[in-house]
Protein backbone atom coordinates (compact mmCIF):
# COMPACT_ATOMS: atom_id res chain seq x y z
CA UNK A 1 0.00 0.00 0.00
CA UNK A 2 3.05 2.22 0.81
CA UNK A 3 3.78 1.90 -3.11
CA UNK A 4 0.45 3.70 -3.55
CA UNK A 5 0.91 6.49 -1.37
CA UNK A 6 4.66 7.31 -3.02
CA UNK A 7 2.86 6.72 -5.87
CA UNK A 8 0.54 9.52 -5.12
CA UNK A 9 3.23 11.75 -3.45
CA UNK A 10 5.11 11.48 -6.77
CA UNK A 11 2.56 11.51 -9.39
CA UNK A 12 -0.46 13.72 -7.53
CA UNK A 13 -2.64 11.48 -9.17
CA UNK A 14 -3.90 7.41 -9.31
CA UNK A 15 -6.04 6.00 -11.53
CA UNK A 16 -9.51 5.20 -10.37
CA UNK A 17 -8.93 1.67 -9.11
CA UNK A 18 -5.83 2.84 -7.24
CA UNK A 19 -7.79 5.31 -5.68
CA UNK A 20 -10.64 2.34 -4.63
CA UNK A 21 -7.51 -0.26 -3.79
CA UNK A 22 -6.07 2.50 -1.33
CA UNK A 23 -8.77 3.20 0.35
CA UNK A 24 -10.04 -0.63 0.83
CA UNK A 25 -6.50 -1.63 1.97
CA UNK A 26 -5.72 1.19 3.83
CA UNK A 27 -4.12 -0.02 7.24
CA UNK A 28 -3.10 2.38 10.37
CA UNK A 29 0.53 2.05 9.46
CA UNK A 30 -0.42 2.96 5.86
CA UNK A 31 -2.39 6.39 7.46
CA UNK A 32 0.69 7.40 9.01
CA UNK A 33 2.91 7.69 6.32
CA UNK A 34 -0.02 9.41 4.50
CA UNK A 35 0.14 11.88 7.48
CA UNK A 36 3.83 12.61 6.93
CA UNK A 37 3.63 13.24 3.54
CA UNK A 38 0.89 15.21 3.97
CA UNK A 39 2.22 17.51 7.07
CA UNK A 40 5.30 17.48 4.85
CA UNK A 41 3.65 18.72 1.67
CA UNK A 42 1.82 21.06 3.54
CA UNK A 43 4.83 22.53 6.15
CA UNK A 44 6.67 23.44 2.89
CA UNK A 45 4.18 25.62 1.20
CA UNK A 46 1.98 26.91 4.49
CA UNK A 47 4.52 26.63 6.95
CA UNK A 48 2.94 26.39 10.27
CA UNK A 49 0.12 28.84 9.92
CA UNK A 50 -3.46 28.35 9.10
CA UNK A 51 -5.67 30.28 7.88
CA UNK A 52 -8.97 31.43 9.05
CA UNK A 53 -12.21 32.09 7.53
CA UNK A 54 -15.18 33.67 9.14
CA UNK A 55 -18.38 31.84 8.57
CA UNK A 56 -21.56 33.72 8.82
CA UNK A 57 -24.67 31.30 8.20
CA UNK A 58 -27.38 34.20 7.25
CA UNK A 59 -30.06 32.00 6.32
CA UNK A 60 -31.69 28.60 6.66
CA UNK A 61 -33.83 28.90 4.58
CA UNK A 62 -33.49 26.47 1.76
CA UNK A 63 -35.68 25.28 -1.02
CA UNK A 64 -34.24 22.23 -1.20
CA UNK A 65 -34.72 18.88 -0.20
CA UNK A 66 -31.77 16.92 0.69
CA UNK A 67 -32.63 13.77 2.74
CA UNK A 68 -29.20 14.08 4.28
CA UNK A 69 -30.13 17.96 5.32
CA UNK A 70 -31.64 19.58 8.70
CA UNK A 71 -32.31 22.30 6.91
CA UNK A 72 -33.88 20.64 4.03
CA UNK A 73 -37.33 22.58 2.88
CA UNK A 74 -39.19 19.62 4.46
CA UNK A 75 -38.07 19.37 7.75
CA UNK A 76 -40.99 21.45 9.74
CA UNK A 77 -39.11 21.26 13.16
CA UNK A 78 -36.70 23.78 11.39
CA UNK A 79 -37.00 26.94 13.01
CA UNK A 80 -36.02 29.24 10.41
CA UNK A 81 -34.62 32.32 10.29
CA UNK A 82 -33.00 35.28 7.58
CA UNK A 83 -30.26 37.77 8.71
CA UNK A 84 -30.85 41.39 7.00
CA UNK A 85 -27.97 43.22 5.46
CA UNK A 86 -27.40 45.43 8.22
CA UNK A 87 -27.12 42.16 10.43
CA UNK A 88 -24.62 40.63 8.03
CA UNK A 89 -22.56 43.47 7.88
CA UNK A 90 -22.45 43.76 11.81
CA UNK A 91 -20.96 40.40 11.58
CA UNK A 92 -18.68 41.91 9.10
CA UNK A 93 -17.46 44.09 11.21
CA UNK A 94 -17.21 41.75 14.66
CA UNK A 95 -15.28 39.39 12.60
CA UNK A 96 -13.13 42.09 10.99
CA UNK A 97 -12.02 43.32 14.92
CA UNK A 98 -11.64 40.10 15.23
CA UNK A 99 -8.76 39.25 12.40
CA UNK A 100 -10.56 38.06 10.22
CA UNK A 101 -9.59 38.71 6.34
CA UNK A 102 -11.99 36.35 4.66
CA UNK A 103 -15.98 36.38 5.09
CA UNK A 104 -17.90 33.53 3.84
CA UNK A 105 -21.55 33.96 3.23
CA UNK A 106 -23.26 30.69 3.44
CA UNK A 107 -27.46 30.20 3.51
CA UNK A 108 -29.78 27.24 2.19
CA UNK A 109 -30.90 28.19 -1.53
CA UNK A 110 -33.04 30.97 0.27
CA UNK A 111 -35.63 32.50 -3.04
CA UNK A 112 -36.39 35.51 -0.55
CA UNK A 113 -33.25 37.01 -1.72
CA UNK A 114 -32.83 37.75 -5.30
CA UNK A 115 -29.99 38.00 -7.07
CA UNK A 116 -29.95 41.62 -7.10
CA UNK A 117 -30.36 41.58 -3.10
CA UNK A 118 -27.26 39.11 -2.95
CA UNK A 119 -25.44 41.29 -5.09
CA UNK A 120 -25.95 44.76 -2.84
CA UNK A 121 -24.74 42.57 0.10
CA UNK A 122 -21.53 41.89 -1.90
CA UNK A 123 -21.50 45.16 -2.92
CA UNK A 124 -21.45 46.59 0.55
CA UNK A 125 -19.15 43.99 1.86
CA UNK A 126 -16.63 44.70 -1.17
CA UNK A 127 -16.91 48.63 -0.33
CA UNK A 128 -16.28 48.19 3.71
CA UNK A 129 -13.86 46.15 3.48
CA UNK A 130 -11.48 46.70 0.31
CA UNK A 131 -8.70 44.39 1.61
CA UNK A 132 -11.46 40.78 2.30
CA UNK A 133 -11.88 38.44 0.25
CA UNK A 134 -15.85 37.28 -0.29
CA UNK A 135 -16.90 33.80 -0.18
CA UNK A 136 -19.85 32.62 -1.26
CA UNK A 137 -21.63 29.23 -0.29
CA UNK A 138 -24.97 30.04 -1.68
CA UNK A 139 -25.71 27.12 -4.14
CA UNK A 140 -26.98 26.01 -7.54
CA UNK A 141 -27.13 29.40 -9.44
CA UNK A 142 -27.28 30.46 -13.26
CA UNK A 143 -24.33 31.28 -15.12
CA UNK A 144 -26.01 35.16 -14.89
CA UNK A 145 -26.15 35.07 -11.48
CA UNK A 146 -22.55 34.12 -10.38
CA UNK A 147 -21.48 36.53 -12.93
CA UNK A 148 -23.39 39.41 -11.54
CA UNK A 149 -21.80 38.35 -7.84
CA UNK A 150 -18.53 37.80 -9.31
CA UNK A 151 -18.83 41.28 -10.54
CA UNK A 152 -20.13 42.34 -7.32
CA UNK A 153 -16.77 41.88 -5.80
CA UNK A 154 -17.41 38.26 -4.57
CA UNK A 155 -13.78 36.17 -5.16
CA UNK A 156 -14.31 32.29 -3.72
CA UNK A 157 -17.61 29.99 -4.21
CA UNK A 158 -17.79 26.93 -2.32
CA UNK A 159 -20.09 24.22 -3.75
CA UNK A 160 -19.36 20.57 -3.02
CA UNK A 161 -20.29 18.66 -5.72
CA UNK A 162 -21.21 15.83 -2.68
CA UNK A 163 -20.92 12.51 -4.73
CA UNK A 164 -19.73 12.47 -8.03
CA UNK A 165 -21.46 8.98 -8.91
CA UNK A 166 -24.66 9.59 -10.34
CA UNK A 167 -26.54 7.05 -8.95
CA UNK A 168 -25.74 8.03 -5.66
CA UNK A 169 -26.35 11.34 -5.87
CA UNK A 170 -29.84 10.72 -6.94
CA UNK A 171 -29.99 8.48 -3.39
CA UNK A 172 -28.89 11.62 -1.52
CA UNK A 173 -30.98 13.93 -3.38
CA UNK A 174 -34.59 14.88 -4.66
CA UNK A 175 -35.74 14.22 -8.18
CA UNK A 176 -35.13 17.42 -10.03
CA UNK A 177 -31.33 17.49 -8.31
CA UNK A 178 -29.04 16.15 -10.75
CA UNK A 179 -25.07 15.87 -10.43
CA UNK A 180 -24.69 17.02 -14.16
CA UNK A 181 -25.89 20.09 -13.43
CA UNK A 182 -24.01 20.34 -9.94
CA UNK A 183 -20.92 19.92 -12.39
CA UNK A 184 -22.04 22.98 -14.54
CA UNK A 185 -22.16 25.23 -11.75
CA UNK A 186 -18.90 24.15 -10.50
CA UNK A 187 -17.37 24.41 -14.51
CA UNK A 188 -19.10 27.85 -14.75
CA UNK A 189 -17.93 29.03 -11.61
CA UNK A 190 -14.24 27.98 -12.59
CA UNK A 191 -14.70 30.08 -16.18
CA UNK A 192 -15.68 33.28 -14.53
CA UNK A 193 -12.60 33.32 -12.34
CA UNK A 194 -14.01 32.46 -8.87
CA UNK A 195 -11.57 30.33 -6.72
CA UNK A 196 -13.42 27.36 -6.60
CA UNK A 197 -13.98 25.42 -3.30
CA UNK A 198 -15.76 21.46 -3.70
CA UNK A 199 -15.75 18.79 -1.70
CA UNK A 200 -18.23 15.88 -0.10
CA UNK A 201 -19.53 14.32 2.69
CA UNK A 202 -17.38 10.84 3.92
CA UNK A 203 -19.38 7.89 4.96
CA UNK A 204 -22.47 8.89 3.37
CA UNK A 205 -25.49 6.33 3.24
CA UNK A 206 -24.42 3.97 -0.10
CA UNK A 207 -21.04 5.49 -0.57
CA UNK A 208 -18.31 2.64 -1.27
CA UNK A 209 -14.35 2.47 -1.78
CA UNK A 210 -15.92 3.02 -5.67
CA UNK A 211 -17.67 6.19 -5.38
CA UNK A 212 -15.15 7.48 -3.43
CA UNK A 213 -12.34 7.24 -5.88
CA UNK A 214 -14.93 8.67 -8.08
CA UNK A 215 -14.75 11.72 -6.15
CA UNK A 216 -11.30 11.96 -6.00
CA UNK A 217 -10.70 11.76 -9.50
CA UNK A 218 -13.64 14.16 -10.36
CA UNK A 219 -11.36 16.29 -8.03
CA UNK A 220 -8.32 16.08 -10.28
CA UNK A 221 -9.89 16.96 -13.09
CA UNK A 222 -11.79 20.11 -11.90
CA UNK A 223 -8.94 21.35 -9.51
CA UNK A 224 -10.78 23.41 -7.59
CA UNK A 225 -8.96 25.65 -5.02
CA UNK A 226 -9.91 24.71 -1.88
CA UNK A 227 -11.74 20.91 -0.89
CA UNK A 228 -13.93 20.84 2.26
CA UNK A 229 -14.78 16.94 2.97
CA UNK A 230 -16.23 15.81 6.44
CA UNK A 231 -18.28 12.96 7.91
CA UNK A 232 -21.85 12.77 7.36
CA UNK A 233 -23.37 13.25 10.59
CA UNK A 234 -26.83 12.16 11.08
CA UNK A 235 -29.44 14.54 11.77
CA UNK A 236 -33.17 13.08 13.30
CA UNK A 237 -35.71 14.39 10.97
CA UNK A 238 -34.59 13.20 7.90
CA UNK A 239 -34.31 9.57 6.35
CA UNK A 240 -31.01 9.22 7.15
CA UNK A 241 -31.68 9.64 11.05
CA UNK A 242 -30.58 6.10 12.03
CA UNK A 243 -27.49 5.90 9.73
CA UNK A 244 -24.21 5.74 11.11
CA UNK A 245 -21.85 8.62 10.99
CA UNK A 246 -19.08 8.78 8.72
CA UNK A 247 -15.86 7.80 10.51
CA UNK A 248 -13.37 10.31 11.97
CA UNK A 249 -10.40 7.65 10.46
CA UNK A 250 -11.08 7.39 6.82
CA UNK A 251 -11.98 11.52 6.67
CA UNK A 252 -8.47 11.66 8.15
CA UNK A 253 -7.10 8.96 5.69
CA UNK A 254 -8.94 11.13 2.40
CA UNK A 255 -7.42 14.73 4.26
CA UNK A 256 -4.06 13.24 4.24
CA UNK A 257 -4.69 12.09 0.17
CA UNK A 258 -6.10 15.28 -0.91
CA UNK A 259 -2.95 17.11 0.53
CA UNK A 260 -1.02 14.95 -1.95
CA UNK A 261 -3.20 15.25 -4.50
CA UNK A 262 -3.49 19.25 -4.32
CA UNK A 263 -0.54 20.34 -2.57
CA UNK A 264 -1.48 24.42 -2.81
CA UNK A 265 -4.94 23.61 -1.96
CA UNK A 266 -6.98 24.69 0.73
CA UNK A 267 -8.14 22.01 2.88
CA UNK A 268 -10.33 23.22 5.93
CA UNK A 269 -10.42 21.31 9.36
CA UNK A 270 -14.75 21.39 8.90
CA UNK A 271 -17.00 21.85 12.10
CA UNK A 272 -18.24 18.14 11.29
CA UNK A 273 -14.72 16.76 11.85
CA UNK A 274 -14.57 18.51 15.25
CA UNK A 275 -18.41 17.60 15.54
CA UNK A 276 -17.60 13.35 15.38
CA UNK A 277 -14.18 13.77 17.39
CA UNK A 278 -13.53 16.44 20.03
CA UNK A 279 -9.74 16.62 18.72
CA UNK A 280 -10.87 16.05 15.08
CA UNK A 281 -9.82 19.38 13.39
CA UNK A 282 -6.45 19.38 15.61
CA UNK A 283 -5.84 15.14 13.98
CA UNK A 284 -7.06 16.96 10.37
CA UNK A 285 -4.48 19.10 10.52
CA UNK A 286 -2.02 16.61 11.31
CA UNK A 287 -3.53 14.82 8.12
CA UNK A 288 -2.94 17.63 6.09
CA UNK A 289 -5.41 20.42 5.71
CA UNK A 290 -4.25 24.20 6.54
CA UNK A 291 -7.94 26.06 6.91
CA UNK A 292 -10.20 26.71 9.60
CA UNK A 293 -13.51 28.69 9.55
CA UNK A 294 -15.32 29.72 12.76
CA UNK A 295 -18.93 30.76 13.03
CA UNK A 296 -19.52 34.63 13.07
CA UNK A 297 -23.14 34.15 12.93
CA UNK A 298 -25.22 35.96 15.95
CA UNK A 299 -25.42 33.18 18.80
CA UNK A 300 -29.01 34.19 19.02
CA UNK A 301 -29.12 31.81 15.47
CA UNK A 302 -26.32 29.42 16.06
CA UNK A 303 -28.45 26.39 16.80
CA UNK A 304 -30.86 26.58 13.90
CA UNK A 305 -28.20 26.16 11.05
CA UNK A 306 -28.18 22.40 12.41
CA UNK A 307 -27.43 20.59 8.92
CA UNK A 308 -26.72 17.67 11.21
CA UNK A 309 -27.26 16.74 14.88
CA UNK A 310 -24.53 17.56 17.98
CA UNK A 311 -22.92 20.61 16.02
CA UNK A 312 -20.39 22.11 17.86
CA UNK A 313 -20.07 26.21 18.58
CA UNK A 314 -23.25 26.68 18.88
CA UNK A 315 -23.41 28.38 21.90
CA UNK A 316 -20.10 30.83 21.62
CA UNK A 317 -19.42 33.63 20.08
CA UNK A 318 -16.96 34.37 17.43
CA UNK A 319 -14.32 35.56 19.81
CA UNK A 320 -14.12 32.60 21.89
CA UNK A 321 -14.10 30.12 19.22
CA UNK A 322 -11.11 31.99 17.41
CA UNK A 323 -9.24 31.95 21.02
CA UNK A 324 -10.28 28.55 21.62
CA UNK A 325 -8.97 27.58 18.01
CA UNK A 326 -5.89 29.18 18.62
CA UNK A 327 -5.26 27.26 21.67
CA UNK A 328 -6.17 24.28 19.89
CA UNK A 329 -4.04 24.60 17.18
CA UNK A 330 -1.38 26.27 19.44
CA UNK A 331 -0.95 22.90 21.32
CA UNK A 332 -0.60 20.96 18.01
CA UNK A 333 2.54 23.28 16.84
CA UNK A 334 1.09 25.33 14.53
CA UNK A 335 -0.56 29.15 14.98
CA UNK A 336 -3.43 30.99 13.16
CA UNK A 337 -2.66 33.87 10.40
CA UNK A 338 -4.04 37.21 9.44
CA UNK A 339 -4.60 37.79 6.09
CA UNK A 340 -6.88 37.11 2.83
CA UNK A 341 -5.32 33.54 2.36
CA UNK A 342 -5.51 33.43 -1.35
CA UNK A 343 -4.80 30.51 -3.33
CA UNK A 344 -1.45 30.39 -5.08
CA UNK A 345 -0.43 27.92 -7.31
CA UNK A 346 3.06 27.07 -8.81
N1 LIG B 1 -23.69 15.62 7.75
C1 LIG B 1 -22.51 16.14 7.35
N2 LIG B 1 -22.42 17.13 6.46
C2 LIG B 1 -23.56 17.63 5.95
N3 LIG B 1 -23.77 18.58 5.05
C3 LIG B 1 -25.10 18.72 4.88
N4 LIG B 1 -25.76 17.85 5.67
C4 LIG B 1 -24.83 17.16 6.35
C5 LIG B 1 -24.87 16.09 7.28
N5 LIG B 1 -26.02 15.57 7.68
C6 LIG B 1 -22.68 19.22 4.31
C7 LIG B 1 -22.92 19.08 2.80
C8 LIG B 1 -23.06 20.52 2.35
C9 LIG B 1 -22.33 21.28 3.42
C10 LIG B 1 -22.70 22.72 3.55
O1 LIG B 1 -22.62 20.58 4.61
O2 LIG B 1 -21.78 18.47 2.20
O3 LIG B 1 -22.53 20.77 1.09
FE1 LIG C 1 -15.82 27.05 18.91
FE2 LIG C 1 -13.81 25.76 20.26
S1 LIG C 1 -13.86 26.48 18.23
S2 LIG C 1 -15.74 26.54 20.99
Known sequence: MNGLIDKLY????????EFAALIKNRKQADAGALFAKAREVSKRRFGNGLYIRGLIEFSNYCGNDCHY??????????ERYRLSADDILQCCANGYALGFRTFVLQSGEDGAYSDGDLADIV????????????????????????QRFFESGADRYLLRHETAN????????????????????LYHLKQLGYQVGTG????????????????????KELDPQMVGIGPFLPHKD??????????????????????LMLPNALIPATTAVGTVDARGREQAVLA?????????????VRKKYLLYD?????????????????????????RLTVGRGDYSGE
Not at 200 to 219: R, W
Open 288 to 300: GANVLMPNLSPVA
Open 123 to 146: VRIRKAYPDCAITLSIGEKSYEAY
Open 166 to 185: AEHYAKLHPAGMSLANRKQC
Open 310 to 334: NKICTGEEAAECRDCLRRRMESIGY
Open 200 to 219: FMVGSPYQTAETLAEDLTFI
Open 238 to 259: TRFAEEKAGSLELTLFLIGVLR
Open 10 to 17: HENTLSGG
Open 69 to 78: CGIRRGNRHC
